[in-house]
């Protein structure tokens, strides 16, 4: 019997205008997007002010490679996340952009993430000790990636409040991320958002933790966290050393998008592997094939194939990052549309990789997609693209491949009464959490 699709989110079957966008927005962003959108390479509107949504992938590759200066991220996207994590590496445009950049490329080297995976098998081990019957395996994962991405941030902190922490970035997501109507109208940056100025003092304990951990750091731990990295890095160029602040906000900017993107990427690859047993199957017995009944290291990660794939396809099918949007900067024309200074131009990742003149059965979960590494792939854009690619991507994957082959090799998962409902505010998360039922193996 063919399996059904994954859950998927109902996209609009029309563009909206300005009162359906704010419900549309604040009820879920992927709603903004209208279905035709996995069909069509390019749509215009105006919605309060001018729009493209774009979703060919030379069109794009123009966008984030050819005139990334051209294109900065939104004024909403840097209202959202400012008052969190400031002028750093995520929101920072040009030349301040650039020198942060250089800075911290050296921070997510091969070498320095794989120095890192003992932390991640660690947290493989104990996030696979408390697998045992019903299980929301979003929040085990949550546990799990926050553990990993706090202990390679303040790993010498012992008054680190994990709880506290995890509870100002919900917090903060849930008071914030929220679409305005005055986001909707193209509203200058200086008009006050009410939800977002409350939605700030969340943040302030947190600020507060990692300045205190920035002071106490007086030596390098005998292997480097990010902290330890961060505060030795130059840019090659200017050597130009990172401020007190700004270490803060760079560490907070990993902190945050750190732990929840690589969260959602493993409980999206648990309810998958989950909604098809055959692919469960197979990957497990690779895992065992690899690991026996030990956890996952990173020297294991070349030996892991088909486990990356399912976590690729994972990253298809739900992005975390599955809708970005950028201010034109200077006139322009794309696929044959003029685009004025001011207009907002839109990357709806999540409609791209579903898209039905990329992808055969895009709605399908297919890991066998991904068996050729080396396989060009220009619609595939979880992680970004051109200069301003994650810089963390690397971390993540091998952080995912650790984590997924260690649980798969131990227990099996399946598909219990309540599926989950991807909703995207600020990352696209599995609304009411991934119950899955789990069993040793």
């Known amino acids: 019997m063919k399996r059904q699709n994954p859950v998927r989110v109902a996209l609009a079957t029309k563009p909206l205008g300005i009162l359906g966008s704010l419900a549309a927005g604040r009820r879920n962003v992927l709603e903004l997007v209208p279905e035709i959108a996995t069909h069509a390479p390019i749509l215009s509107g105006t919605t309060g002010k001018r729009w493209h949504m774009v979703m ?19 004024v909403v996207t840097k209202l959202i996340l400012e008052p969190a994590i ?24 091969h070498r320095n993430i794989t120095a890192l995976g003992p932390v991640m098998t660690a947290a493989a081990e104990r996030a696979s000790t408390r697998m045992t019957g019903l299980v929301d395996v979003f929040d085990a994962m949550v546990t799990a990636t926050f553990e990993v991405i706090s202990d390679v941030t303040f790993s010498g902190d012992q008054g680190f409040d994990r709880q506290a922490v995890h509870r100002a970035i919900e917090t903060y997501i849930a008071q914030t991320a929220k679409i305005s109507v005055l986001d909707i109208i193209g509203a200058p940056a200086w008009v006050p958002r009410p939800g977002r100025i409350f939605g700030a003092a969340a943040m302030a304990p947190m600020k ?12 390098p731990l005998p292997v480097p ?21 700004e270490l803060r906000d760079n560490l907070l900017t990993f902190i ?8 959602l990427t493993l ?14 199957d197979r990957a497990r017995d690779e895992a065992w094939g690899v690991l026996g009944d030990r956890a996952a290291v990173a020297g294991d990660l070349p030996a892991l194939p088909y486990i990356r794939s399912i976590i690729d396809e994972a990253l298809r099918l739900y992005p975390p990052a599955a809708f970005l949007s950028r201010t034109a900067m200077a006139p322009d024309t794309l696929l044959g549309r003029e685009v004025r200074k001011g207009d907002t131009v839109i990357l709806p990742i999540y409609a791209l990789q579903r898209h039905h003149a990329h992808w055969a059965n895009p709605d399908a979960f297919d890991p066998d997609r991904f068996a050729d590494p080396k396989a060009p792939r220009p619609a595939w854009l979880p992680f970004g693209d051109g200069p301003r690619i994650c810089i963390g991507a690397a971390f993540a994957v ?42 040793p193996v």
């Open 56 to 74: 060919d992938p030379g069109a794009l590759r123009h966008i984030l490679r050819d005139r990334v200066q051209d294109y900065p991220k939104s």
């Open 86 to 109: 400031g002028n750093s590496l995520f929101n920072a445009e040009g030349h301040e952009w650039l020198w942060q950049r250089r800075t911290a490329a050296p921070v997510f080297s």
């Open 208 to 219: 507060r933790l990692a300045d205190r951990a920035i002071q106490a750091r007086r030596q």
């Open 225 to 245: 966290d990010l902290l330890d990295l961060l505060v030795q890095g130059a840019d090659p160029v200017s050597g130009r050393k990172m401020t007190p602040d």
């Open 256 to 263: 945050v998008a750190g732990h929840e993107t690589t969260a």
């Open 267 to 280: 409980a999206w690859s648990l309810y998958l592997c989950a909604h098809d047993p055959q692919v469960q």
């Open 398 to 439: 091998q952080e995912a491949v650790i984590i997924l082959a260690t649980l798969l090799a131990r227990h099996r998962f399946s598909l219990t009464e309540r599926l989950p409902r991807p909703v995207m505010i600020l990352t696209l998360r599995p609304e009411g959490g991934v119950w899955l039922k789990v069993d």
